[in-house]
């Protein structure tokens, strides 16, 4: 069964921007196109289509006026056509699209993917926005994720002594992976993760995430996949991670990515709860995660160009679901 409503019909005017970048674009619902999987890999085409590592896509009721606070509903879609639950840049490059639109705006609540999340808009310096995004509390283990436990046992974290589930949030699991056993967190920031954590700093190499990313993120013990990062704590405070996202593949950055890191090393002992800053071949994202691992993430967004699809693309789409 189809866990998602039927897909929206979209407006052909669209907004482009990145977080270090992880580029998404924003369409309005509209009456231009229907948002069919085809279509969806048409339009994130880099070559074919306008490009992107994903869609947003703001749904009937966007907010007008004036004033600091607006409601706002969404879906977003990955360049595979399929749908997924939410995406911290994602997030925040619609936070920078309304910015645009909506004077004085600071305060944006956003239901997406079943779940309410808030933005703040801090400001901007040209066509780069400084935008926060509140995502709730993090989740940890198999059944947080959709991972058979089955399929993984538990074992003690690097670093750490002593029985294992002697906390609930304490510990990582062993999974066989194609070059030995690998330690994964699984985390869930509203969408799946599995944060695998290195041994030492250069086994964050991107010839390993080559392997382990789409080993991982489509694995069979998993009800809908995940987003796969390999991690390595660079002091309490600070950690690097190499990203591979289920339906896009590698990218520079990904803002749920930098959470899940962030919130594994937290759990498992390697950080330390407040502000953690996760480096990224894109850039650094800043994290904040606390005892309870409620997630505050916040970094820059840049402007990138405002077009409309051409009448010969839209030629080609689908005109149904």
């Known amino acids: 069964m189809n866990r998602w409503p039927p897909r929206p019909v979209l407006s052909d005017s669209f907004y482009k921007a990145h977080g ?12 231009g196109w229907p948002c069919t999987p085809d279509n969806v890999r048409r339009v994130c085409d880099r070559h074919r289509g306008v ?30 056509g399929g749908e997924f639950e939410r995406s911290g840049n994602g997030l925040r490059v619609l936070g920078s699209y309304l ?10 609540g956003v239901l997406v993917g079943g779940d309410r999340v808030t933005m703040t808009l801090h400001g901007r310096d040209g066509p780069v926005h400084d935008i926060s995004v509140a995502m709730g509390r993090a989740t940890i283990g198999p059944e947080a994720v959709g991972l058979d436990p089955a399929a993984a046992s538990r074992t003690d974290a690097p670093g750490r002594s002593g029985d294992p589930g002697s906390g609930s949030r304490r510990g990582a699991w062993k999974v066989p992976g194609p070059d030995g056993d690998l330690l994964v967190v699984p985390v869930s920031i509203g969408n ?20 382990i990313g789409p080993f991982l993120a489509t694995h069979g013990s998993l009800r809908e996949g995940a987003n796969v990062q390999i991690a390595w704590a660079d002091g309490r405070h600070a950690c690097r991670a190499l990203i591979w996202e289920r339906g896009v593949g590698r990218t520079e950055a990904s803002g749920t990515s930098a959470c899940a890191v962030a919130t594994a090393m937290t759990a498992v002992g390697l950080a330390e709860p407040g502000a953690i800053r996760v480096a990224m071949p894109g850039g650094d994202l800043s994290v904040s995660v606390s005892p309870e691992l409620d997630v505050v993430l916040r970094g820059p967004v840049e402007e990138v160009l405002e077009g409309a699809l051409s009448s010969r693309l839209l030629s080609t789409f689908e005109r149904g679901p």
């Open 20 to 31: 270090l970048g992880n580029d998404y674009l924003v369409f309005e619902e509209g009456e």
């Open 99 to 108: 910015a645009l639109r909506r004077p004085g705006l600071s305060h944006i």
């Open 192 to 211: 799946p993760h599995l944060v695998v954590l290195a041994n030492g700093a250069d086994e964050v190499s991107e010839e390993r995430l080559a392997v």
């Open 51 to 80: 490009g992107s590592d994903g869609i947003v896509v703001l749904l009937a009721g966007a907010p007008t006026g004036s004033g600091p606070r607006a409601e706002v509903s969404l879906r977003m879609f990955n360049p595979d």
